[in-house]
């Protein structure tokens, strides 16, 4: 965008730099410059490369099945422990990895993990039960 007089908007400016660090931020957002797969992996803009379409549609299926089987309350806890835990001190890092973990407990999944941990760990699909889409927290 520094080529159009503007800069990145949406928060491309303050984010690509937490992203990659300020010295590829510069670069990349000063000289515009094209990366490939390969480059923007090493700079860790994309987690990883595929071969095609076809492969890349695949490798989502795959996390989509890895993903669903976890705990819907462990994966947005952990998620929104550890996006609010950026900048922070350690001592409110840790009260919020604790709030997160409680979360976990309190939402009764935790025992349902344990009870099911064999069957689990065999690859088979625990009985996490139903969730809203959009709802952070579990349903009562």
């Given amino acids: ?77 952990f998620k929104r422990g550890l996006l609010d835990a950026q900048g922070r001190r350690e001592a409110e890092r840790l009260e919020i990895e604790a709030a997160a973990y409680e979360r976990c407990v309190d939402s009764g999944e935790a025992a349902i993990g344990r009870a099911n941990f064999a069957a689990i760990r065999a690859g088979e699909a625990p009985p996490w039960g139903p969730r809203v889409l959009g709802d952070p927290e579990p349903q009562s």
């Fill in 1 to 77: 965008e520094t080529g159009l007089g503007i800069l990145p908007g949406a928060r491309g400016t303050a984010e690509l730099a937490q992203a990659i660090g300020p010295a590829q931020a510069l670069r990349l957002g000063c000289t515009g410059e094209a990366v490939g797969g390969e480059e923007a992996a090493r700079l860790g803009l994309v987690q990883e490369l595929v071969a095609d379409v076809d492969a890349g549609l695949t490798r989502v299926r795959a996390l989509a099945d890895l993903l669903r089987r976890r705990s819907p309350t462990a994966v947005a806890a």
